[in-house]
C-alpha cells in the first residue's frame, strides 16, 4: 500500500515511532527540517525495493500531480538505525525543493552536483544526521544487505511500489 498525503496544512507532528509509517515521518522531517519551502502537488511515499545500491528515489508522475517517493525496505528494519531512515527521506526531500521529482523549478543541472544534496541537509541542521548516517553506510551497509538477501529478506514486510512505474 502507498501512503499518500497532500501536505497543505502544518498541524504539529510529534518525531514518529513506527518506522512502517512512513507518511508520518515524512510529515515531521517536513515540520522540522522544510516547512519554508513550497509544496506544490501531491507527495506519496512507501518503502520500496531492497536495493543494494539505492537507500531512495523521488519521480514524478506524468502530470505532475504526484510525487513518489521510494525508500529501500530495508531501511524498515530495526537493526538499521533511525537516522539512516531520516536522513533518506530528507535526503529525497532536498531533491523536490532542488526541482527533481516535482514541479518546483530546477536549481541545479544535475541532482548532486558538487555535493547540494549534502550541503542543504547540512544548512537544514541534518548534518550530525548526515554524517551517522554516512559512517554506518560506509562500515555496515554492505554487509547488512548481503546478510539479509542470504536469509531470504526475513523479517521484511510487503513492499509498495510506485503507482506510476
Excluded at 515540520?31 to 539505492?54: H, M, V
Excluded at 542470504?150 to 513492499?159: C, H, R, S, Y
Amino acid at each position: 500500500m502507498v501512503a499518500s498525503i497532500m501536505m497543505s496544512t502544518y498541524p504539529s507532528y510529534a518525531q514518529p515511532d513506527d518506522r512502517y509509517q512512513l507518511t508520518d515521518y515524512l510529515q515531521w522531517i517536513w515540520q522540522c527540517y522544510f516547512s519554508d519551502s513550497p509544496i506544490l502537488n501531491e507527495i506519496t511515499i512507501a518503502y520500496s525495493y531492497p536495493w543494494k545500491g539505492r537507500l531512495g528515489l523521488i519521480k514524478m508522475s506524468l502530470d505532475a500531480t504526484v510525487t513518489f517517493i521510494g525508500i529501500n525496505t530495508l531501511l524498515q528494519m530495526q537493526q538499521v538505525p533511525e537516522y539512516v531512515l531520516i536522513t533518506t527521506i530528507a535526503h529525497e526531500l532536498v531533491h523536490y525543493i532542488h526541482g527533481f521529482g516535482s514541479p518546483l523549478p530546477r536549481r541545479y543541472k544535475h541532482p548532486h552536483a558538487n555535493k547540494v544534496v549534502d550541503r542543504e541537509l547540512e544548512q537544514r541542521n541534518l548534518g550530525a544526521a548526515l554524517r551517522c548516517c554516512n559512517e554506518w553506510i560506509d562500515k555496515y551497509w554492505y554487509s547488512f544487505y548481503d546478510m539479509q538477501r542470504a536469509a531470504g529478506w526475513v523479517g521484511i514486510q510487503e513492499t509498495g511500489t510506485s503507482p506510476y512505474s
